[in-house]
């Protein structure tokens, strides 16, 4: 990207911004996000499948740590989202990942951040409609083929982005709101078991499961550390506040209020959540697979509770996949502006809607249809290594960005933030630094290994494709015909 697209990008973003108006961004958006939504959006972006179904193999393998390990991971993403919010005060456009990678690095490291984050969202959508055929078995014990309910849901959710962004944060809004009413009405029923004792579990209720079933780390620190990738994946997409940057009627209010939610979020939604469930039922009797809040209710003998945390978690899975459409588009619209896509991306429904690469993206989710049909029985564990490890990219690249950035603004190359972040760049340092430890354990688990194997493989498609687009960009420029500078304006 070249110093006048910057310029050109910040410029109109700062108008669109600071009036707060209602209409089109500086890049061809709707900005048909409002306060309510973008709060919503933040907060159901850290309610999702990683909570409600992995985290039933993340007790299996830590015990009560896990609600340590939820702990210290939150710490990390609270400084990673203020290192977003930093960069976003400085400059908000919806393709923000790959927009400040390609300031602050270079194009290449734009290129591969906007690629591999737009991979996140797909693989992602494939794992989010795989927990939702999961746990539409609760109900109809295989009368229709877990296959089946993944391409009804891959189909309904593609047709709901195809209408407007007002629409797509309006749904967000209703589904993150089921989320959060369940998990706190939840940890009110769990509260009540503890201190009244009804149900089946009010008599052997204690908050002393939490150390008397094998201590509080019974499996041992190792295993603890091994579930680092469950627990990272499970705040992945908490991010997704800075795709919507592009379409918020106010991202200079809204943005830096809805980041500062993060750490109630994390402390009541994971880390009150657990403690709540573990001291109503030990953890020895949770198995991998399977919901906790749902084994919760059943372990309970509250049927009727079951059944409707399993509506909830339903809700949650379509919640994200939901979004893994909404931003895949951008994502693909952002890197086809700055000529490292195809041009078509670039086109914008009436309605302001990236359509192509909406399309595209929901095509290649349907891959996870094939996954359900084939295995079944591993379809989730097979793509949530490979989410996390294309994910926490996008994590690294935000803090390397902000650690180059806040360098050149203590300069005076660049203005200040208005919302700095604080004790940055050690604060960003350490966040790098616990990505790098999860990365490794990864390596030595045998089932997230495989994510490791298919990054080389990712990184030399990447690589190639760059080649061929920085070939096309030179020709198409030699040949007087419109590159990728012409293609923003467009």
Request: proline share 4%.
């Given at each position: ?5 910057v310029?050109?990008h910040?410029d109109?973003?700062e108008a ?11 890049e061809?958006y709707?900005?048909g996000l409002?306060?309510?939504?973008i ?6 972006g850290a309610i ?10 993340a007790i299996h393998?830590a ?8 702990a210290?991971?939150g ?6 989202m203020?290192a ?5 005060m ?23 951040t ?9 693989v ?5 409609v ?18 089946g309910y ?15 962004v ?24 769990c509260?009540g ?8 579990a009010g008599?052997t209720?204690?908050?002393t499961?939490?150390w008397d079933?094998?201590?509080?780390f ?5 295993s603890t ?8 994946f499970?705040?992945l997409?908490?991010?997704?506040v800075?795709?919507?940057a592009?379409?918020?009627k ?8 809805a ?5 109630w ?6 880390v ?6 573990l ?10 697979g ?8 059943d372990?309970?003998?509250?049927g009727i509770?079951a ?10 899975a379509?919640?994200?996949?939901n ?9 693909l619209r ?5 000529g490292?896509?195809?041009?078509f ?7 302001g809607?990236?359509?192509?690469g909406?399309?595209?993206?929901a ?5 996870g249809?094939w996954?359900n049909y084939q ?6 564990n097979y ?8 994910g926490?990219?996008?994590w690294?690249m ?11 603004a203590d300069?005076?190359?660049l203005p200040q ?13 350490f966040?790098?630094?616990?990505i790098a430890?999860v990365?490794?354990m990864m ?25 061929a687009m920085?070939?096309k960009?030179k020709?198409s420029a030699g ?11 467009s």
């Open positions: 990207m070249t110093s006048v697209q310029e050109e910040h109109g973003n669109d911004g600071a009036g707060g108006s209602s209409g089109s961004s500086g061809g709707q900005r409002g306060a309510r939504q709060q919503m959006i933040a907060i159901g999702g499948t990683g909570l409600f179904l992995g985290a039933g193999k393998k015990g009560p740590s896990l609600i340590l390990a939820y210290i991971a710490l990390v993403i609270f400084f990673i203020r977003l919010g930093e960069l976003l400085y400059r908000a456009v919806s393709g923000s990942f790959s927009e400040y990678a390609r300031e602050f690095i270079g194009p290449f490291f734009g290129y591969v906007g690629w591999t984050y737009w991979l996140f969202w797909v992602t959508g494939i794992t989010e795989t927990a939702a055929a999961q746990y539409m078995q609760y109900w109809t014990h295989d009368a229709i083929p877990q296959w993944a391409l009804i849901f891959t189909v309904i959710l593609y047709g709901a982005n195809l209408i407007s007002k629409l797509f944060g309006e749904l967000e809004f209703w589904f993150s709101m089921v989320k959060v009413t369940a998990i706190i009405g939840m940890i009110l029923i509260v078991i503890l201190t009244i004792g009804f149900s089946d008599d209720a204690s908050v499961h939490l079933q094998g201590g509080f019974p499996n041992g620190i190792g550390l091994m579930t680092l990738q469950i627990v990272m499970a705040f997409a908490v991010e997704l800075g795709v919507t592009g379409e918020s106010d991202p200079k209010t809204v943005l830096p209020k980041i500062n939610t993060v750490p979020r994390i402390a009541v939604f994971y009150g959540a657990l403690i709540m469930i001291s109503v039922v030990p953890w020895t009797e949770f198995v991998p399977v919901s906790p809040f749902v084994a919760a209710f372990k309970m003998g509250l509770g059944a409707i945390v399993n509506f909830v978690v339903l809700t949650a379509l919640s994200s996949c979004s893994g459409m909404y931003s895949t588009g951008r994502m952002d890197l086809a502006l700055n490292q896509g195809p041009a991306f670039t086109k914008l429904t009436k309605n809607l990236p359509l192509v909406t399309t595209f993206s095509a290649l989710m349907l891959v249809v996954i295995w079944p029985g591993e379809a989730f793509v949530v290594s490979f989410a996390t490890i294309s926490m990219w996008a690294i935000i803090l390397v960005c902000q650690i180059k950035y806040r360098r050149k300069r005076g190359e933030s208005t919302f700095r972040a604080p004790g940055a760049p050690y604060t960003s340092w966040a790098l630094a616990f430890m990365i490794v390596g030595v688990d045998k089932d997230a290994r495989i994510s490791l194997y298919a990054a080389p493989v990712w990184a030399l498609i990447l690589g190639i494709g760059y080649l920085q070939r960009n020709d040949g007087g015909q419109s590159g990728p500078k012409d293609a923003v304006k």
